[in-house]
T-cell receptor
Framework: NAGVTQTPKFQVLKTGQSMTLQCAQD?????MSWYRQDPGMGLRLIHY???????DQGEVPNGYNVSRSTTEDFPLRLLSAAPSQTSVYFC???????????FGPGTRLTVT | GQQLNQSPQSMFIQEGEDVSMNCTSS?????WLWYKQDPGEGPVLLIA?????ELTSNGRLTAQFGITRKDSFLNISASIPSDVGIYFC?????????FGTGTSLTVIP
């Protein structure tokens, strides 16, 4: 199993540009989530999904969209990038909500 | 959002020493998780706790789910240089996981 994979590993955007961060898992996990990690603030939940076709907002959803058309994939879209979205983004998955989460390697995003 | 207070923020210890860190919350959590993160990497799960009072070990690591379900601690015995990193606690409430701000561990050989 590849586990949780994320692409790209690094990205630089200009303010106002849009892009999609990709996340995929091959463990048949139902629960998937996106976090952002900022210095001194730990990880904060952006959006999550409890299964294909079902998504919901986390703690800091503004400026981000998600969709879950398949069990394997959970892309995160930045609609109009802002410097405040400069962060490291992690995707995670677990078998169900009650099981431990496994994280991808992260995408380091800089918005200028 | 939920506040998880993790302490200490940082620790500098000699190789071979034991380490203890903890997380507290004002909310009751259903699950407590402990992760380690190396620079430039994603967090890696160390221990998962599912029941109040549960004490679980993973090699030199031991973690406990507090009786009140509002706290958890992680102990590392006989630290080694590769224990260096940032340790995060996480608690599950409803459909979400909430993370502490991390404990940065430095092990001096």
């Amino acid at each position: 199993n590849a586990g949780v994979t994320q692409t790209p590993k690094f990205q630089v955007l200009k303010t106002g540009q849009s892009m999609t961060l990709q996340c995929a898992q091959d463990m048949n996990h139902e629960y998937m989530s996106w976090y952002r990690q900022d210095p001194g603030m730990g990880l904060r939940l952006i959006h999550y999904s409890v299964g294909a076709g079902i998504t919901d907002q986390g703690e800091v959803p503004n400026g981000y969209n998600v969709s879950r058309s398949t069990t394997e994939d959970f892309p995160l879209r930045l609609l109009s990038a802002a410097p405040s979205q400069t962060s490291v983004y992690f995707c995670a998955s677990s078998y169900t909500l009650d099981y431990e989460q496994y994280f991808g390697p992260g995408t380091r995003l800089t918005v200028t | 959002g939920q506040q998880l207070n993790q302490s200490p923020q940082s620790m500098f210890i000699q190789e071979g020493e034991d380490v203890s860190m903890n997380c507290t919350s004002s909310s009751i959590f259903n699950t407590w998780l402990w992760y380690k993160q190396d620079p430039g990497e994603g967090p890696v799960l160390l221990i998962a706790l599912y029941k109040a009072g549960e004490l679980t070990s993973n090699g030199r690591l031991t973690a406990q789910f507090g009786i009140t379900r509002k706290d958890s601690f992680l102990n590392i015995s006989a630290s080694i240089p590769s224990d260096v990193g940032i340790y995060f606690c996480a608690g599950q409430l409803g459909n979400q996981f909430y993370f502490g701000t991390g404990t940065s561990l430095t092990v001096i050989p």
